[in-house]
């Protein structure tokens, strides 16, 4: 509360480096105050938001297919967030502002059929399909607003102009086509990418740029590297119902796009204690035998350069540009998409005359359910759905070291009376 | 008529409605929430100066002074990040917050709030004392990053712009100092108090300050050297004479280590951080060790299990209440010495260039070297007391000596520092970090190492 004033600051821990060394503005017993990193507001308004919502329901042959539509339109205004300023203007970091204005339109649809609706056989199928596309409008002046508090510098969550909240911002490797121009060297000589990218040959847009000694070269240009946000969920579901005691039901889980930040490759690469660092004992190549999912197509003057030799190489580049502490946060981006066989389960229901007759219930169903039986997926960690932070969380598409959802069997016995 | 009879009774609830509104429409601005009882909007000099000192010490004494040693060749940085800047990875993340301290919390607001404060009072000590302490924030800046938003800071014009690194300089050696040392000319006594306990390297000594003044005067001419030459060189001999002559005179970071949010910067990230990141660079310490120097044995121990490494910094430098040295009375007489010798006072400089060796324990060198030499012997020394701050940096990109040999094959040495992120997204006027420069204004790549004839420089 009180975002819109501006007071003073203790300063605890006030000073010092993202390393955890800090001082209190308060030293040696002489007290301090100062001036507050997060100012206030006093011109602040309150949110709105506004939203159109359509809906129908439709149900088809004597109720033996239903089929839901939703389609939704919500577009908020001035949403109130700390932004960050310009402390060469303000004498601050961060200011409650007035600094959003997003939209978010989709569609959600629902289809069940029952084919058989006999008295001992009930067999029905359902699909369910959404989507969200989420878009910023506007950022108070500012291009993106990054949500500095949550996930990881180098890949961070933001929303930026343009693109649905929660876009991933970070360095990639220097690639050609780009445009790009920048002092590769520190020999104060700009250079010209795309330029270098033609020494040996022409190259395809997006190629990996590849210096003499086979290596990439960072490219310090801050962009956004991914989007977490799938461009659709399904799910489909099944169940068959024979003589009205024995059950099987299937649910299967869709998500098409959203990519992952593989944070805990980069961490176990920079370890040696990830299977692809297996890969010492080889000889490696850009575009040929490292990273070609990644990267594709390389060129540059190190286009048929072999970058790795020994172990040593190895180890100095997952330690180096190549790990968890490397700049280029890109080389971990993954596609996140996947079929997941969410559940089968099988349930029976017995009903004889003995089971009342020695357990006194009158019916006693026994379940058995399987849960995240198997994922397909072209991921490379644990599970493309795992995020540090939890859903409440804005920066989606984060994976450092989160556990994966738990693979699951389940006995259940329901007695009733 | 049914009608408008219902229209007269709804009258006065379509009065209250309105001002309901009317009172909505300030209620995130209106009475009780400009006032919290909990945070204060005003704080006596003596509070904002110790929050501005705690800054300084942290700008002098934390990241940037480990990075640019990593750079300079005194440190290596063997894990994590560290790993990373020692291959000579830069970007605008390298910086860690140190752009924005300059102005927020402790930074510029702060010293502007005690300068208007001081003048208000008629505190004209506190005054001049602020003003120094803007001149070593701001200077130690224009070194890291050269062009700095400085004549538009605090204006709150939107996306203020940025002035030459040689401007800001100017402004610092040619203004601000010249009326802090006026200030500090001030008898104390009456509203005239200045810092006092407060001040925890000086007491609040004006004399101690007005030396500190012209030091740090002395360091910024230093670094106009290679730009503007001779006329800056005798402008630094000039103030290096009237600077600090004696460890007694040190301007330093008192911690009482008491707690961590009072240790040493050095202590909390080498022994309770970062274990292992930041080890000697060992060229240093052969440098170190060839020349008997008695200055090994205080900053460094050949004990692995300080560090990881073979060398590891000094048990007595890595304790949490270490007095960490910033702007110390050996690099004045260091500068004076190179000062002297760049403008032709050879006998000035040896005497110099000797005394500050006799402060450090080292024999002298007598007053037989003479041309290059002198100027290596010099800025060879002058390295070595240059140790944890930012100025064996400056001094690289100045002089080239020592001839560093960059880390990775075909890059060269790092000259200056990115702005952070969070500035350049909210300032149009900061360029983009592919678009900055890779040198700052004061300092063009040299093609000789200083001191050792023709001798091509490797690292620039």
Not at chain 2, 282 to 308: H, I
Request: a negative charge; one cysteine or more; glycine letters at 10%.
């Amino acid at each position: 509360m009180y975002s819109s004033i501006t007071a003073l600051s203790t300063g605890i821990n006030a000073f010092g480096s993202g390393f955890g060394d800090f001082i209190n503005a308060t030293q040696n017993g002489q007290s301090a105050l100062i001036t507050s990193f997060l100012i206030g507001n006093n011109a602040l308004r309150p949110e709105r938001s506004r939203e159109n919502e359509y809906g129908a329901d439709f149900g088809f042959f004597d109720q033996k297919a239903d089929l839901g539509l939703t389609w939704y339109n919500k577009r908020s205004t001035d949403v109130i967030i700390a932004v960050p300023v310009s402390a060469a203007q303000t004498g601050a970091t961060q200011q409650f502002a007035n600094a959003a204005s997003l939209s978010n339109k989709g569609v959600e649809v629902s289809l069940n059929v029952r084919p058989i609706t006999s008295r001992n056989v009930a067999w029905e199928v359902g699909a369910t399909y959404g989507r969200n596309k989420g878009l910023v409008n506007s950022l108070a002046g500012a291009q993106f607003i990054p949500y500095n508090t949550e996930g990881f510098l180098g890949a961070i969550g933001s929303s930026t102009i343009g693109f649905a909240p929660g876009v991933l911002r970070g360095l990639d490797f220097a690639r050609c086509g780009r445009g790009l121009q920048f002092d590769i060297n520190n020999d104060n000589v700009v250079d010209d990418i795309d330029a270098l990218c033609l020494d040996g040959g022409p190259f395809k847009n997006g190629a990996l740029y590849l210096g003499a000694d086979g290596l990439p070269v960072v490219d310090p240009t801050d962009r956004v590297i991914a989007d977490p946000n799938p461009h659709y969920t399904m799910g489909f579901n099944t169940s068959v119902k024979l003589m009205n005691k024995l059950t099987l039901s299937g649910l299967v889980d869709v998500r098409k796009g959203g990519q992952v930040w593989d944070g805990t490759r980069s961490a176990l690469l920079n370890f040696g204690t990830h299977a692809e660092t297996l890969i010492r004992d080889q000889q490696g190549q850009f575009g040929k035998n490292f990273l070609t999912d990644i990267y594709p197509d390389v060129a540059g003057p190190g286009r048929n350069v072999v970058a790795f030799t020994t172990p040593n190489d190895w180890a100095g580049w997952f330690q180096g540009e190549g790990g968890s502490f490397g700049q280029s946060s890109a080389q971990f981006i993954e596609d996140g998409s996947f079929v997941k066989l969410r559940e089968i389960s099988i349930s029976y229901t017995l009903d004889q005359p003995a089971i009342q007759r020695l357990l006194g219930f009158s019916t006693v169903d026994v379940r058995i359910a399987g849960r995240n039986l198997h994922t397909w997926t072209k991921y490379r960690g644990l599970d493309p759905e795992a995020n540090l932070g939890g859903a409440e969380f804005l920066t989606q598409g984060i994976d450092f070291f989160n556990n994966p959802q738990t693979r699951s069997v389940v006995l259940s016995l329901n007695f009733n009376r | 008529m049914l009608h408008v009879t219902k229209l007269r009774r709804l009258a006065p609830l379509a009065v209250l409605a309105l001002l309901g509104m009317a009172a909505c429409k300030d209620f995130l601005t209106a009475g009780e929430t400009q006032v919290d009882p909990n945070r204060p909007t005003q704080a006596a000099n003596r509070l904002i100066f110790t929050g501005i000192q705690s800054n300084i010490w942290s700008q002098l004494g934390s990241d940037p002074v480990r990075v640019s040693g990593i750079w300079a060749g005194q440190f290596n940085g063997t894990q994590g990040q560290y790993f990373t800047v020692n291959n000579y990875g830069v970007s605008e993340q390298t910086t860690n917050g140190f752009h924005a301290s300059l102005y927020a919390g402790g930074g510029l607001v702060d010293i502007r709030k005690l300068q208007a404060a001081s003048i208000a009072q008629t505190d004209t000590l506190m005054l001049g004392v602020a003003q120094v302490q803007e001149a070593i924030l701001i200077g130690t800046g224009a070194d890291m990053f050269g062009d700095l938003v400085y004549s538009h800071a605090l204006t709150g014009e939107a996306n203020p712009a940025l002035d030459k690194q040689m401007d800001v300089y100017d402004a610092l050696t040619e203004t601000l100092l010249v009326q802090a040392l006026a200030n500090l000319s001030v008898t104390r006594g009456g509203t005239n108090i200045g810092p006092g306990a407060a001040d925890l390297a000086y007491g609040g000594d004006p004399a101690a300050w007005r030396r500190l003044a012209h030091t740090v005067r002395a360091r910024i001419y230093m670094h106009e050297g290679e730009v503007r030459g001779a006329s800056a060189y005798a402008k630094a001999l000039a103030e290096a004479r009237l600077g600090l002559t004696s460890n007694a005179q040190d301007f330093v970071a008192v911690y009482s280590g008491a707690s961590l949010s009072e240790a040493n910067f050095f202590f909390q990230f080498d022994q309770v951080q970062r274990f292992g990141y930041l080890v000697p660079n060992l060229s240093f310490v052969d440098t170190l060790q060839t020349r008997n120097d008695p200055r090994l044995d205080d900053y460094f121990v050949e004990d692995a299990s300080f560090c990881g490494a073979e060398f590891c910094f000094s048990e007595a430098r890595d304790a949490p209440d270490f007095t960490q040295p910033l702007i110390t009375s050996n690099q004045n007489l260091l500068v004076w010495a190179e000062a002297a010798y760049r403008t032709g006072n050879i006998l000035e400089a040896q005497t110099q260039y000797n005394a500050e060796r006799a402060m450090s324990g080292v024999p002298a060198n007598g007053l037989t070297l003479v041309g290059d030499p002198l100027l290596a012997a010099i800025l060879g020394e002058k390295y070595i007391v240059n140790f944890q701050t930012i100025e064996a940096w400056n001094d690289y990109k100045r002089t080239c000596y020592p001839n560093v040999t960059p880390n990775v094959a075909g890059v060269k040495i790092p000259a200056r520092f990115l702005y952070d992120t969070g500035e350049r997204q909210t300032n149009t006027s900061i360029p983009p970090a592919q678009d900055q420069p890779t040198r700052n204004q004061n300092d063009p790549p040299n093609t000789v190492s200083d001191g050792q004839g023709t001798l091509a420089c490797i690292g620039q």
